[in-house]
């Protein structure tokens, strides 16, 4: 099951974005944000645990923030703060460990210096 990004665009250096990831009922445990710059591998960001526990990559930590709404929809969300230009890169959410199979489009995040 492809679990599906959105909230991404352009927004220029010191700005925010939030970007959300809906996952299918079924999929529970560990969720992780992800993303991939131009020319670079797909990279971990954050992740967090069913009962929220959360972890950051030390290139985002204090500046993103990961979250999740265990209402119907069980969204988990990633608030990104004091955005830099290296943080342009198409975002992904996946489980974590991610299963290669249910990478979805990812959401693209432009930042401007």
């Known amino acids: 099951v492809q679990l599906q990004a959105s909230g991404g665009g352009l927004v220029q250096a010191g700005g925010s974005l939030r970007l959300s990831c809906v996952t299918p009922?079924?999929?529970?445990?560990?969720i992780g944000w992800y993303r991939q710059a131009p020319g670079k591998q797909r990279e971990w960001v954050a992740t967090?645990?069913?009962?929220?526990?959360?972890?950051y990559a030390d290139s985002v930590k204090g500046r993103f923030t990961i979250s999740r709404d265990n209402s119907a929809w069980n969204t988990v969300y990633l608030q990104m703060d004091i955005l830099k230009p290296e943080d342009t890169a198409v975002y992904y959410c996946?489980?974590?460990?991610?299963?290669?199979?249910?990478w979805g489009q990812g959401t693209q995040v432009t930042v401007s210096s």
């Open positions: 967090i645990e069913s009962g929220s526990s959360t972890t």
């Open positions: 009922g079924t999929v529970l445990g560990i």
């Open positions: 996946n489980t974590f460990p991610p299963l290669p199979d249910d």
